[in-house]
């Protein structure tokens, strides 16, 4: 919403009103990609050092939810080919950071 708000309000029309917002959805949303991704990860930890596991996992779980999630919505939804490039691109950064915070928390 931050990084992305101008490209986002060029098609507002294809979103709910602004102070609309399902908060709760939002939370329960991340909360469920936590459980489950911490769920994931602790199946596949191995014997390795801890930072590349956890950029392999954000990788993967980027390549598991994002990309497929966003170039669908693409395909069939009005969303303009740079916003769905942005996108997917702060999702894979997130998603590595995630992935190394969990690497980094899970550690023995």
Do not use: N
Not at 27 to 37: D, M
Not at 54 to 82: C, D, E, K, N
């Amino acid at each position: 919403a931050l990084l992305l708000a101008p490209d986002y309000m060029a098609i507002k029309e294809h979103y709910r009103p602004e102070g609309q917002e399902k908060i709760l959805w939002i939370c329960l949303a991340y909360l469920a990609f936590a459980i489950g991704s911490v769920i994931v990860y602790a199946k596949g930890v191995e014997a390795k050092p801890w930072l590349g596991q956890g950029i392999r996992f954000g990788i993967l779980m980027w390549l598991v939810l994002t990309v497929p999630s966003f170039f669908i919505a693409y395909a069939v939804q009005p969303v303009p080919t740079m916003l769905m490039i942005k996108q997917v691109l702060f999702e894979g950064i997130d998603k590595i950071v995630l992935g190394v915070i969990t690497a980094a928390l899970y550690r023995p």
